[in-house]
């Protein structure tokens, strides 16, 4: 089973390769930075599309494991919510290595801890175990995650390109989520969950010869889209003093919060209905099907239009869209409307609010200033993973939940409008983005 899931993988990276080279050539054409570019956006693209695959179906996880261990749902949904902490904590350190040391090390880092985390889930028997390995699959996410890879995208990248490059990046996460969830959920199935998590553990490992494809010559070194030098304390100091900095920390809080609900609860939500496993797992690889569009039709606009309008519309649209599913009777046509349109909008947050932060800030440390970013991010998925779990343990029901989700959509929605979409001055003063 090892084997024909290496040549499940292998033809998935062909796919992927195959699929993003032909876009980058399109996008890039006549710039002389086209073959270093697509070989960037690949690679990273891949290792998206493993970490953020894998990461997605541990919801479907959720019931065989508490069961084993013997608790309730709480402490799998803490044992989530801490690993999307420290992949929150670990983002910006990761991201200032990266930065200062290069991006391949701290990425190989990343896949080798990841990796070691889902052996140790396939052997956790009891709580304690759980929540260690909750904490190695959250580091390893630091380290071969969003703001690691994504950093390096955007250095290789002229100003003018970087949505549409960032966006084809992220795609990886959707085409990872897209062809995991089917997978696993059959290999649960046919297998059990022990040996599932034993096969990704052991596929995860592809993370490491893949980052060597995001190193560049001369990668620590300012690249022609770099702006004027500029130490790590200088950096912060400009971001801590930006409002527009912390508005975006905001509205990622929400955007963690809306996605740790639905990719590990709505798998038990689901079931806690009468709904038939194949429900759930159809729902998210609906949500990654749709996840690709989004990502790149929203990537692109961003290129188009000011991106802090783009990511108010992404998140008012997910406010009416859990409205919308509290409204209408539960069915399984309305859960697969669901997912489509929440997978319309899923991780298209993502090339918006990374572009942000280098288009404001400069490409120079994008890396740990999105890590500070994407913590926020991550302290919201915390407290909707673990939240929901604690109030369904509480009430018996996940219905506050889902009102917490439209409320915290409408708030996102407003809090981008007051940024100001435009370079710091110490850029604007050169003519540099």
Partial sequence: MIIIYLHYNLIFVFFLSRRIKSLADALFKGDNMTKRVWIVIICAGAILSVVMGFRQTFGLFLPDITKHIGSGRETFSFAMALMNLLWGIGSPFAGAFADRYGVGRVAVGGGLLYALGLWMMSTADGSAMLMLAGVMVGFGLSGAGFSVVLGAVGRVVSPAHRSKALALASMGGSVGQFLAVPYVQGLIGSMDW?????????????????????????????????????????????????????????????????????????????????????????????????????????????????????????????????????????????VLAFSVAMGFLWLATVPLTSGLVAHIFGPAYMSMLYGIVFFSHQLGSFSGSWLAGYLFDSTGSYELMWWINVGLGIAAALIHLPIVERPVARLAATGSD
């Avoid at 188009?304 to 783009?310: A, E, S, T």
């Fill in 194 to 334: 022990i040996t599932s998590l034993l096969i990704l553990a052991g596929m995860s490992l592809i993370i490491v010869p893949l980052a060597r494809g995001l190193v560049v010559k001369d990668e620590t070194k300012a690249s022609k889209f770099q702006s004027p030098k500029q130490t790590l304390k200088e950096s912060l100091r400009e971001a801590a003093n930006h409002k527009g900095f912390w508005l975006l920390n905001a509205g990622f809080f929400v955007c963690g919060f809306n996605l740790a609900f639905i990719g590990i609860h709505m798998p038990a939500y689901l079931g806690d209905q009468g709904f038939q496993p194949w429900l759930a797992a159809s729902g998210l690889m609906l949500i990654g099907a749709m996840n690709m569009v989004g990502t790149y039709v929203f990537g692109t606009m961003g290129g188009k239009f000011l991106k802090k309008h783009v990511l108010s519309t992404i998140y008012f649209g997910r406010a009416l869209v859990f409205l919308f599913f509290l409204m209408f009777p539960l069915s399984e046509f309305s």
